[in-house]
Nanobody
């Protein structure tokens, strides 16, 4: 049974940093590309970024230059480092696993976590 469990969300002020973690189990972690998506209240799910099996990263335009993604295959964990947070970054953040090499499309992801709330106050 595959599980993805996000952690690290919370309430922060604008300009602060947060690091989200996503611990995976039940799958061969190193074989998967790992993505982060977010969904704000009343909005569609948005691509945040992804890290490939070979550690190449890609980001959505809204976060490029502020966010970073890394992975630790030994711990089956992927991280989302969020810097210079803005109120518009407020959302539920989801990690997801994909057998595709890389994708910004939610439909290409095979497994999803339950999400963690990030709230950025102004």
């Amino acid at each position: 049974q595959v599980q993805l469990v996000e952690s690290g969300g919370g309430l922060v002020q604008a300009g602060a940093s947060l690091r989200l973690s996503c611990a995976a189990s039940g799958l061969t972690f190193s074989a998967y590309g790992m993505g982060w998506f977010r969904q704000a209240l009343g909005k569609e799910r948005e691509f945040v970024g992804t890290i490939t099996r070979t550690n190449t990263t890609y980001f959505g335009a809204a976060v490029r230059g502020r966010f970073a993604i890394s992975r630790d295959n030994a711990k089956s964990t992927v991280y989302l480092q969020m810097n210079s947070l803005k109120p518009e970054d407020t959302a539920v953040y989801y990690c997801a696993a994909s057998l595709s090499y890389t994708s910004a499309s939610a439909g290409d992801y095979n497994y999803w976590g339950q999400g963690t709330q990030v709230t950025v106050s102004s």
